[in-house]
């Protein structure tokens, strides 16, 4: 944590420094803008502080966008200077080019706001995906499952964003509705200030979820009085049956002491379908030797944005989409949410639409 600290604050003095030479203006100006661009930078770690919910949810909000989405910015802004720098060491970009030059600043504007203006859009749009599983396990009937991760509802993702996505989950009449954690972002109290409970309420089918490792930094005590007034049966190291099928439901690995998937799955039957919850999709094959027909899995975002998923892809085995080890088939979503600015750049926002049906062919 200290080290990424110390990495984005050399960055911010790099992209800082870059946008003092480069700008055509007057010092005063200069300084102004660059006072702006790192106050924005700073105003992240306010979102750590523990007056924020006790402020308007309006400002906390602006605090917690400004300060996110600054992230994102300045590692587009880092990315663009060092190639700016690179073109200049192999003499392709002249020094003028990057010394009080209207005209490169002003493309570098351009380019950056276009940029994350198509990601807020692209963000904003919430991919379908279907996905199809059979199993020879007997089923009572065909089930339709809308399975989502990562909401990160809180000071960003307000219960108007929220109350979209659950037109969407009715949309598709389901059976039934798994979450696999990071309901609630960094804190729970502007989702108790927008009564964003009312919204799980109208989910028109049994809502099964686990705790990710945001529910941790929001509270647990907190979270899981949310979680009840919302009507959200929470499976923490706990087993439900739905019909069927038997639904499994990890607590995040923040907790050291959780219980083993040998310790859940001991004394329940081999018979029953069974689909396993786990926020973060580390070992993977512990499913497998547990013979889990299906694991679901979020907490990768898939990076978020270009070039954060190139590093996702190489940390996990499975860092978005399908996967199968043995009999066992996984999905890893990169969330129908986001932590942070709200951006998608290179990734997407989705919700996975389950159809399960028996090879055997039953259906009521």
């Not at 790192?38 to 306010?46: G, P």
């Not at 570098?108 to 379908?128: D, E, M, Q």
């Not at 050291?256 to 094959?285: A, V």
Request: aromatic share 12%.
């Amino acid at each position: 944590m200290v080290f990424m600290a110390l990495l984005a604050l050399a960055g911010l003095c790099y992209a800082l420094w870059h946008i003092w030479i480069i700008l055509p203006f007057a010092s005063k100006w200069k300084v102004t803008i660059v006072g702006i661009c790192f106050a924005s930078f700073l105003a992240i770690f306010l979102n750590f502080m523990p007056f924020l919910g006790d402020v308007p949810l309006w400002l906390s909000s602006a605090i917690y966008e400004i300060g996110t989405s600054s992230i994102f910015i300045l590692l587009y802004l880092v990315m663009a200077f060092a190639i700016l720098d690179l073109g200049r060491l192999v003499h392709l970009v002249p020094k003028v080019w990057l010394v009080r030059n209207g005209r490169t600043s002003l493309c570098i504007f351009i380019a950056i706001t276009g940029i994350f203006l198509f990601g807020n859009i692209h963000y904003n749009h919430k991919v379908r995906q279907p996905l199809e599983l059979t199993t020879s396990k007997h089923l009572d009937r065909d089930l339709t499952i809308v399975m989502i991760s990562d909401l990160h509802l809180g000071y960003h993702n307000r219960r108007a964003d929220f109350a979209k996505w659950v037109d969407a989950i009715n949309a598709e009449k389901p059976d039934l509705v798994l979450i696999a954690g990071d309901i609630v972002d960094i804190n729970v109290q502007p989702l108790i200030k927008e009564n964003v409970a009312e919204e799980f309420q109208r989910i028109k089918a049994p809502v099964y979820a686990c705790f990710g490792n945001h529910e941790y930094y929001s509270g647990v005590q907190q979270v899981l009085s949310f979680y009840h007034s919302a009507r959200i049966n929470l499976l923490r190291d706990s087993v439900a049956t739905f019909g069927s099928i038997r639904i499994i439901g990890r607590d995040d690995r923040t907790n050291l002491n959780r219980k083993s998937l040998d310790n859940l799955m001991n004394g329940t039957p081999d018979s029953l379908y069974t689909i396993l919850l786990d926020h973060q999709p580390y070992h993977l094959e512990d499913a497998e030797n547990h013979g889990i027909d299906f694991q679901f899995s979020g907490h990768t975002h898939r990076g978020q944005i270009w070039p954060a998923s190139w590093i996702t892809d190489i940390l996990y085995e499975d860092s978005w989409g399908k996967h199968q080890r043995g009999a066992t088939h996984y999905y890893v979503t990169s969330g129908i949410g986001i932590w942070g600015g709200k951006f998608r750049i290179g990734t997407r926002s989705e919700y996975v639409v389950v159809t399960l049906r028996s090879l055997e062919g039953h259906s009521l």
